[in-house]
């Protein structure tokens, strides 16, 4: 009987061992300020031989580093505030949509150290031919960060669609993507990343959640609970509560884009009417101004809409108003139903927010019943077309900061 109390005991030891990581790499994640060893013995409880001890296997394991000490005035040697480093681990973020690619590199600080932008329409492409460009884009990253001093610990990526607990792609209808086997099919390459405990090697979700989740970690932070909308091709929205995102039973919530906003109105890809897509998506909108599809690639099409709305071409100023007000007839009804005080504009609504922003407002105003009393705030995403990729990284990063053992622990 007694041989099994050695392994429990040791299994005890371990799992303290990772907690007391765990605990400290997370202080020092969330913390304003570089905190000191003595600084994260208050805040965890442990004794400070306990923390110095954390801390030496975190500097050793490239998980953090001291920082430069702040000049002080007075007597006495400043203490070394301890932050994320910027060599060791990082995450790997990946985005396939209609009509790009993203890959990026963030390090455990949340910085973005390498980024990819490969803008190309990928309806007439095969999923097993896009995921391969993608992998030909990840390999140039991971060589990069090499060159940089870090190590990829995991992917995530983001995709417009429906995916299941699998990683299978459902569905991603302006893809034109349906039961399409991600992992397996990303499975036929070299791997992307190095293998590390606890780290999923790939992780694949809805490029909406994943936007809302960049977002949600930015720096500074902003609300715990808001809406953001990804307009592109199809229009996704991810729902932040309370610092977390509101997923639904299978993880599909956020279909805003078929949200009907003229309920006996235009076909949708989705077999419905009058969802907010054909009123607001970016082909709807390009169409609404009066460019030829053919004319414009599609890739360009946000970035060729928002250059005439700035000359003030009247044609292009009336489709994003009417977008707008779509947006806005849709985003009244989600915030009537969840009481949300933010709405973040993200994808390629956020270079054409100057001009989105105010007929969504007017329809909230008109239309939210508490609008009076508690405004709503709307604005673009301030990461930019590649949030849902760094958004993808950083879930990474933060399972690594969650579970700092693994990569302690990792072989090699
Ligand atoms: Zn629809």
Request: glycine share 12%; net charge neutral; aromatic share 2%.
């Amino acid at each position: 009987m007694s041989p099994t109390h050695a392994p429990v005991g040791a299994a005890r030891q371990g799992s303290l061992r990772e907690l007391n990581l765990a605990l400290v790499l997370g202080r020092i994640a969330a913390a304003d300020r570089p905190p000191s060893r003595a600084d994260l013995a208050t805040a965890t409880g442990l004794t400070r031989a306990t923390v110095s001890a954390v801390v030496e296997d975190l500097l050793a394991g490239q998980l953090v580093s001291e920082a430069e000490p702040a000049p002080r005035a007075g007597a006495g040697r400043p203490a070394r505030g301890l932050v994320l480093a910027d060599t060791g681990p990082a995450g790997l973020g990946l985005e396939v949509n209609v009509d790009y690619l993203t890959v990026c590199v963030v390090d455990l600080a949340g910085q973005v150290r390498h980024r990819t932008v490969h803008r190309a329409d990928l309806r007439p492409v095969a999923p097993e031919d896009a995921l391969a460009r993608l992998v030909d884009l990840a390999r140039q990253a991971r060589a990069d960060a090499a060159r940089q001093g870090l190590t990829l610990a995991g992917a995530a990526l983001a995709v417009p669609g429906l995916i299941d607990d699998s990683g299978q792609v459902r569905l991603a209808p302006n893809l034109g993507w349906r039961d399409v086997p991600v992992p397996e099919l990303l499975s036929a390459h070299p791997p992307l990343t190095d293998r590390v405990p606890d780290v999923p090697a790939l992780v694949v979700d809805n490029e909406a959640n994943l936007a809302a989740l960049g977002e949600l970690h930015s720096r500074p932070p902003g609300p715990a609970s808001f809406l953001h909308i990804s307009g592109e091709v199809g229009i996704g929205a991810g729902i932040v509560l309370d610092g977390a995102l509101f997923r639904g039973v299978r993880g599909w919530s956020g279909e805003i884009g078929h949200l009907p906003v003229h309920p006996q109105g235009r076909p949708c890809r989705c077999g419905g009417r009058g969802c907010l897509e054909q009123y607001a998506g970016q082909e709807a909108i390009v169409a609404a101004a009066g460019l030829v599809r053919a004319e414009l690639p599609a890739d360009t099409a946000t970035a060729r809409l928002a250059e005439l709305a700035q000359a003030g071409e009247p044609a292009a100023l009336r489709a994003l108003n009417d977008a707008g007000t779509a947006l806005g007839v849709a985003v009244a009804g989600v915030v009537n139903l969840l009481d949300l005080d933010t709405v973040v504009l993200g994808g390629g609504y956020a270079p054409l927010a100057p001009w989105l922003c105010p007929p969504v407002l007017a329809e909230i105003k008109a239309r939210v019943l508490t609008a009076a009393w508690s405004p709503v705030t709307v604005r673009p995403s301030t990461l930019g077309p590649e949030a849902a990729a760094v958004g993808a990284a950083g879930s990474v990063v933060r399972r690594i900061v969650a579970r700092p053992a693994g990569w302690l622990n990792r072989a090699g």
